[in-house]
């Protein structure tokens, strides 16, 4: 990792804080699953349903975090095994992460406050989409098409990174009106992280790729 610029330094950075919430979190929930001590917010669908929302957590963990080095330009250039070998483990770790959200959204139960019928059409749009990306990053590659490889995988990792964007604006709503996002407007607010997510990875995919 010597070869990493400042600025591929400063990007790994930034990604290590924007994913820290659900990172972070969804570690303590799995510590807590596995008879650790209860930490984060209830959640009675977890621990009637520890399975798929485990392989969720630990999946998602490597997807977003370990995943942010397949963007930085000097391991693409220089360490092509590098790319390779965290891109397979990617591939999989971005394809059950997806399978299990699909998984959860409709197999849990959930109060309406968590989850109206926009958001359960929302994540089963956007998880089968990112499924669908995944694969069509892995078509692209073999093919020798990288463009439409780095611009799928950019655009699934948009997806991915929706749970940051959703913490973040959840807590921002929490500190500009004092109590939690719920029903319909929470509805609302994780779908428009999603939209601004994958807003950015076409503002990126035009300007860098
Ligand atoms: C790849 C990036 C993702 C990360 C980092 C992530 C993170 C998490 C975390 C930490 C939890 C546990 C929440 C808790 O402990 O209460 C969770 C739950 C969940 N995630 Fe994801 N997630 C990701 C992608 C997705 C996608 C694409 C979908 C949609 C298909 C999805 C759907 C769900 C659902 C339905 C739950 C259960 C929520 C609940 O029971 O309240 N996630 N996710």
């Not at 995943?67 to 930085?72: E, I, P, Q, T």
């Not at 965290?86 to 299990?100: D, K």
């Not at 098409?145 to 929490?174: C, D, E, K, P």
Request: proline share 4%; aromatic share 8%; hydrophobic share 55%.
């Amino acid at each position: 990792m010597k070869s990493l610029s400042r600025s591929e330094w400063t990007l790994l950075a930034c990604i290590m804080v924007y994913s820290f919430i659900p990172a972070v979190g969804g570690l303590i929930r799995v510590l807590e699953l596995a008879g650790g001590p209860a930490i984060a917010p209830e959640n009675p669908r977890a621990l009637s349903d520890p399975f798929p929302i485990t392989l969720h957590i630990l999946t998602s963990f490597l997807f977003c975090i370990v995943g942010a080095l397949l963007f930085l330009p000097s391991i693409r250039r220089h360490h092509r095994a590098t790319h390779r070998a965290v891109g397979r483990i990617i591939v999989i770790a971005g394809g059950i992460s997806a399978a299990s959200g699909l998984w959860m959204t409709h197999t849990y139960v959930f109060p309406g406050d968590l989850q109206g019928n926009l958001l359960y059409w929302v994540r089963m749009v956007l998880g089968s989409l990112m499924i669908g990306l995944i694969v069509w990053a892995v078509i692209a590659i073999r093919s020798r098409n990288v463009f439409q490889h780095s611009a799928s995988m950019l655009r699934a990792y948009a997806i991915g990174q929706g749970a940051s964007t959703q913490a973040i604006l959840g807590i921002g709503w929490i500190v500009i009106v004092g109590s939690e996002a719920m029903g319909s407007m929470r509805d609302g607010l994780m779908v428009f992280a999603w939209g601004l997510n994958l807003l950015v990875a076409e503002v990126l995919i035009r300007r860098l790729l």
